[in-house]
T-cell receptor, first 114, second 114 residues
């Protein structure tokens, strides 16, 4: 199994509070991604990183920010959590962005905003 | 833009039944196609892939053939087992759009009963 650790695995937070989710990898892969999974929507890309301090927006980036200060860590921050951000969040990594490249996924973080 | 459409679930089958999960895509250029599987409580993992027309991906008894003429990548298995119960996601990477992020379908939940 690819070495991807997400923390925390579960979190309940109140509306309006900041939340940071962490993704840690031991594979030294260049590319890292944050997705959210919601019923009826599959997985949607929030942000991704193509190197240290290099990030870009995905399909559903509003309300989220990311940072990558080290190759192994990719942080997702909800500056002011809302109930619509209740979801399961997955981190993924890939070695390259070639067409046949496999992405490896973490086990997910279940976030509930009350 | 890119999109993936897969059959709505849930799908419930008896053990040893034949499985088909339909997947069609819309993309410019020449996408690579993937099936990912998510077992309960886990992240996604790659099941199989195909990178060009008429390629057949196969793994663990599952197969899918890249059909460019029908823009399809249907997943099949001849005899399902209880352990195949999971959510299956069809996905693509499109090399023609200058972006290599995975685009996922909404997922199809499969339940196999003894």
């Amino acid at each position: 199994d690819a070495g991807i650790t997400q923390s925390p695995r579960h979190k309940v937070t109140e509306t309006g509070t900041p939340v940071t989710l962490r993704c840690h990898q031991t594979e030294n892969h260049r590319y890292m991604y944050w997705y959210r999974q919601d019923p009826g929507h599959g997985l949607r890309l929030i942000h991704y990183s193509y190197g240290v301090k290099d990030t870009d927006k995905g399909e559903v980036s509003d309300g989220y920010s990311v940072s990558r200060s080290k190759t192994e860590d990719f942080l997702l921050t909800l500056e002011s959590a809302t109930s619509s951000q209740t979801s399961v969040y997955f981190c993924a990594i890939s070695e390259s962005q070639a067409r046949n490249t496999e992405a490896f996924f973490g086990q997910g973080t279940r976030l509930t905003v009350v | 833009g890119n999109s993936v459409t897969q059959m709505e679930g849930p799908v419930t089958l008896s053990e040893e039944a034949f499985l088909t999960i339909n997947c069609t895509y819309t993309a410019t250029g020449y996408p690579s196609l993937f099936w990912y599987v998510q077992y309960p409580g886990e992240g996604l993992q790659l099941l199989l892939k195909a990178t060009k027309a008429d390629d057949k991906g196969s793994n663990k008894g599952f197969e899918a053939t890249y059909r460019k003429e029908t823009t399809s990548f249907h997943l099949e298995k001849g005899s399902v087992q209880v352990s195949d119960s999971a959510v299956y996601f069809c996905a693509l990477i499109n090399s023609g759009a200058g972006s290599y992020q995975l685009t996922f379908g909404k997922g199809t939940k499969l339940s196999v009963i003894p």
